[in-house]
């Protein structure tokens, strides 16, 4: 019991001390040294302004940007051949509840044999 109340005195002191610096914020503790300009209500203003213009602009922008990039500006797919990984295999394991159902085997890129023939060509797909 008294190692228990011991241990709660040494405890305790340092509880209160983090409650204490808890409540203090950077502003509070970098003041001193870095004391911050009062700002004035035109300076809000201007700021603030300059803000809605920033929105405004983003919202045209961003859906210009959406629309390039689903209709116009498709990217070409590339033609790579995917080696038969063995990872690739593992959903193929006996007693698992999807069955013979292959995670990547139906992938028209993963290749089914490897390495793959001379002048192979992958399957297209688009």
């Known amino acids: 019991m008294q190692a228990l109340r011991r241990s709660v005195s040494k405890l305790l002191p340092g509880v209160r001390r983090m409650g204490t610096d808890s409540s203090l914020t950077a502003d509070k503790i970098w003041a001193p040294h ?41 990217e070409e797919e590339h033609h790579m051949v995917i080696p ?18 292959g995670l990547f085997e139906g992938h028209p890129r993963v290749a089914t044999t490897w390495p793959p ?10």
């Open 34 to 74: 870095f004391p911050k300009p009062e700002v004035t209500t035109e300076q809000v203003k201007k700021n603030v302004k300059k803000e809605l213009i920033g929105f405004a602009l983003l919202g045209p922008i961003g859906a210009g940007f959406m629309i390039y990039d689903f209709v116009i500006g498709l």
């Open 84 to 101: 038969p990984y063995p990872w690739m295999r593992i959903r193929r394991n006996p007693g698992m509840p999807w069955g013979e159902d």
């Open 117 to 126: 023939a001379e002048g192979a060509e992958p399957a297209k797909h688009h």
